[in-house]
């Protein structure tokens, strides 16, 4: 069982629907939290409707290289009990057909912006503290048409395994959690192609439920089929 209450933990991508509804239920549960996000504006926007939940916001494009590095020093020297990586971009199309810029921002956005935070704040990972990424269903099973977002996500889900393999002995464990397609509008987004036809989605609050309790419960992985 973790104890959420008091305890410190830095949300990013906490403007999304995902990350927004995370840092509500967390924020709920008596965590205070640092979010950070894209925008300015809905940072302050969440931090207003937390209120003292919040204990800091920070602002930062993970489409620059160094954007994780300006993450972390909005939580230098503070104790971290948890660290919540929900930021993420989506794409569309022909592998064969892929842009660079495309290429670049899905790498920096989904894998390189967390693989440079961890490295910031790895070492202020308490003991018994909770890392949890939010990888896609598209790890386990690589989708046509997504080829490079899939590469993205099972490269993070890879990632996460031998995080998980290095932090156990301090006590830090590392959820990667892989929901399946969510009704979060994310596939309406794209920074390239268009989505196809979707099956209905998982309902965002529901996810959010199932990756807060994973988090409470102790729990070591949620692959799509737990969600
Ligand atoms: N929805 C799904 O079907 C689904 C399924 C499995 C996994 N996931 C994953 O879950 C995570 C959250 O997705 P979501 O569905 O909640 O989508 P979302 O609402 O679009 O949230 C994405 C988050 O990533 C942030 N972001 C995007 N580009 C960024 C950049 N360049 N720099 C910093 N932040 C950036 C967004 O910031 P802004 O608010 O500024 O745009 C937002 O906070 C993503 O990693 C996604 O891949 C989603």
């Known amino acids: 069982m ?7 933990l830095l949300v990013v991508g906490a403007t999304g629907v995902l990350g927004t509804e995370l840092a509500r239920k967390l924020a709920a549960r008596g965590a205070r939290l640092t979010l ?8 302050r926007a969440l931090a207003d409707e937390l209120g003292n939940a ?13 954007a ?5 020093a909005a939580v230098y020297g503070k104790e971290l009990n ?9 794409a569309f199309g022909p592998a064969v057909a892929v842009d660079d810029d495309t290429l670049d921002e899905l ?7 967390y693989m440079r935070l961890m490295r ?4 202020q990972l308490a003991r018994d503290s909770v890392v949890v990424q939010l990888s896609a269903v598209v790890a386990e099973s690589p989708t046509a048409g997504m080829a490079a977002y899939s590469a993205t996500k099972a490269g993070l889900s890879a990632y996460g395994k031998a995080l998980t393999l290095e932090l156990r002995r301090s ?5 990667d959690a892989r929901p399946p397609h969510t009704e979060t509008g994310l596939a309406t987004r794209p920074i390239a192609g268009d989505a196809p036809r979707l099956a209905q989605g998982k309902d965002p609050g529901a996810v959010a439920d199932r990756i807060v309790r994973a988090i409470v419960d102790g729990e070591k992985d949620l692959p799509a089929s737990s969600f």
Not at 36 to 43: D, F, H, M, V
Not at 120 to 123: L, P
Not at 171 to 175: M, S, Y
């Open 2 to 8: 973790t104890e959420l209450s008091g305890s410190h």
């Open 36 to 43: 950070s996000g894209r925008s300015g504006e809905k940072l």
């Open 54 to 66: 919040v204990e800091g916001t920070v602002a930062a494009d993970l489409g620059k290289p160094g």
């Open 68 to 72: 994780p590095m300006d993450i972390a």
């Open 82 to 90: 948890g660290l919540v990586f929900a930021a993420g971009v989506v």
């Open 107 to 113: 790498m920096l956005v989904n894998l390189l912006g």
């Open 120 to 123: 910031e704040v790895g070492a």
């Open 171 to 175: 006590g830090v464990r590392v959820i």
